[in-house]
């Protein structure tokens, strides 16, 4: 059983920055671990990877813009974002997976991007 606490989320302006953190009540060095968001009426898309040696993957719409890194000794999740866009306005998630028991999930942290 793994818990992840995400952090970070809040209101910000057009071009603003923000960083989540996912926090993993475990170790999480032996695992790939991931940011995915849902925006209202829309369904749950991957926006950044890093797989448990180091490979990054980003969805099209944040390259260039946002990084997703990770401390393992902190076992933290992170996800710099910045030149944020209205576009970028979702629940963030952090995903812990695959596992021999499935993938995990935290609880999501809300990113406005208003004008």
């Known amino acids: 059983q793994v818990q992840l606490v995400e952090s970070g989320g809040g209101l910000v302006l057009p071009g603003g920055s923000l960083r989540l953190a996912c926090t993993a009540s475990r170790d999480i060095r032996e695992y790939d671990m991931s940011w995915y968001r849902q925006a209202a009426g829309k369904e749950r898309e991957l926006v950044a990877q890093m797989t448990l040696f180091g490979r990054q993957t980003y969805a099209d719409s944040v390259k260039g813009r946002f990084s997703i890194s990770r401390d393992n000794n902190k076992r933290v999740l992170y996800l710099q974002m910045n030149d944020l866009k209205v576009d970028d306005t979702a629940v963030y998630y952090c995903?812990?997976?695959?596992?021999?028991?499935?993938?995990?999930w935290g609880q999501g942290t809300q990113v406005t991007v208003f004008t």
């Open positions: 995903n812990l997976g695959p596992t021999n028991h499935g993938t995990y």
